[in-house]
């Protein structure tokens, strides 16, 4: 199965560019998130160089961050570089817990391998399945209590597009002349599209947080 970030752009801005103003953009070296401005109409979910899991992270801190958290850079946050001691390293896992499960529930329906991503090479040693084990286990909570909306939304897209992706023939039918084989690749992918942005914004218009329990989820979470 391939994972082109071309996809994965044009299914998050269908989805969330109409509703919530927000685009995502490939930059370079460093991620970002810059609410619009005068020059910019649209929100923007910056990720570092065109990576497929680099724009699944930042989308995960995006469907975390409340509506006021939404108007800052960087949602007002102030990021802890490579290089932390140890009560530092505690509190970047602590924050990091929530978005890297979310990240790990997009992968998943995506159908990508993910990996929790400690980004601390020039600091303390981390205890990386230790932290694994606390991501997996707020997946597991998401699960049970319930998937932000916006995360939902993606998810349900995901989940479509990905089903779908590779399956770029039609059934054999004589009428109107088409056969096994006859669709392009390039029309499976459009209508591929099509089915999961029309599958995320229905999420959206139905205002359903979770799956199976039902409660707002469009804040500050953890």
């Not at 497929?52 to 961050?65: D, K, M, Q, V």
Request: with cysteine; hydrophobic share 40%.
């Amino acid at each position: 199965m391939t994972h082109d970030i071309e996809d994965l752009i044009a299914l998050f801005d269908g989805v969330f560019a109409p509703s919530y103003r927000t685009r995502l953009v490939i930059g370079g070296d460093e991620p970002i998130y810059l609410p619009a401005d005068a020059e910019h109409a649209f929100h923007r979910i910056v990720f570092a160089h065109g990576f497929f899991a680099s724009a699944l992270h930042e989308i995960s801190h995006w469907c975390i961050a409340g509506e006021s958290r939404r108007q800052q850079e960087d949602y007002g946050y102030w990021y802890e570089p490579d290089g932390r001691d140890a009560g530092r390293q505690a509190d970047f896992e602590r924050v990091e817990i929530a978005p890297q499960a979310l990240e790990s529930l997009f992968s998943e329906a995506c159908g990508k391998p993910f990996q929790v991503s400690v980004d601390n090479l020039d600091g303390v040693e981390v205890d990386r399945r230790a932290f694994s084990v606390k991501v997996a286990a707020r997946a597991r909570r998401y699960r049970s209590e319930g998937i932000p909306l916006r995360a939902r939304a993606l998810i349900d897209a995901l989940e479509v597009f990905y089903a779908t992706e590779g399956d770029s023939t039609e059934c054999d039918s004589t009428e109107g002349g088409v056969t096994k084989g006859d669709a392009t690749e390039g029309d499976s992918t459009g209508q591929g599209l099509e089915k999961a942005v029309a599958a995320g914004r229905r999420r959206l218009e139905a205002g359903s947080a979770t799956r199976p329990a039902a409660r707002a989820a469009d804040v500050d979470t953890a």
